[in-house]
């Protein structure tokens, strides 16, 4: 049962997007790592919830992970994402033109998740020391070329496919 549960949270944690469940992670790392353990909770539950928002955090990373590597991956895989992406628009799966919000959707995700992420897990103290500085430095430098070449990236990739 208690695996189940587990399993549940972690395939969650794949919805990036849904606020509710944004906040409800917040609040309940705050209360496994920043706050103090209430009279009610015992230390295994404490431990519990730790391990259990850990593995939902390494999992928001592994569906994030491009936005923390070499510029090169970065750029590959956002141009096959919004591809992918423009492909349900072409179907009518979606109705909006995701070229159109593209640029600043990527960098909605690097200010709201992927930073946001990297800094509980920096603080978790669950990582050998200094482990998630590379993939923290990545996108940092990730986000500063977005910003200085996204938007001509987006337009190429509106050239390239024609419609």
């Known amino acids: 049962q208690h695996f189940r549960q587990v ?17 409800n992670r917040q609040m309940r790392w705050e209360t496994a790592f920043e706050g103090n353990p209430g009279q009610e909770e015992s230390a295994k539950t404490r431990l519990d919830l730790q391990a259990t928002l850990l593995l939902e955090h390494i999992i928001q990373v592994s569906d994030t992970s491009h936005f923390m590597q070499h510029w090169s991956v970065f750029r590959k895989w ?13 179907s009518g ?41 590379e993939y923290t430095d990545f996108a940092s430098s990730n ?12 337009s190429e990739n509106k050239d390239d496919s024609g419609s």
């Open 93 to 133: 799966r979606i109705a909006k033109d995701p070229r159109e919000t593209w640029f600043q959707g990527e960098l909605s995700v690097f200010e709201d998740f992927v930073f946001p992420l990297s800094a509980r897990l920096i603080t978790c103290n669950a990582f050998k020391k200094g482990a998630m500085k």
């Open 78 to 90: 956002s141009s096959l994402l919004l591809e992918e992406v423009h492909q349900f628009h072409k």
């Open 143 to 154: 986000h500063t070329q977005w910003l200085q070449q996204g938007e001509s990236i987006v």
């Open 7 to 23: 399993f549940i949270q972690c395939l969650i944690a794949t919805d990036l997007f849904e606020k509710d469940l944004g906040e």
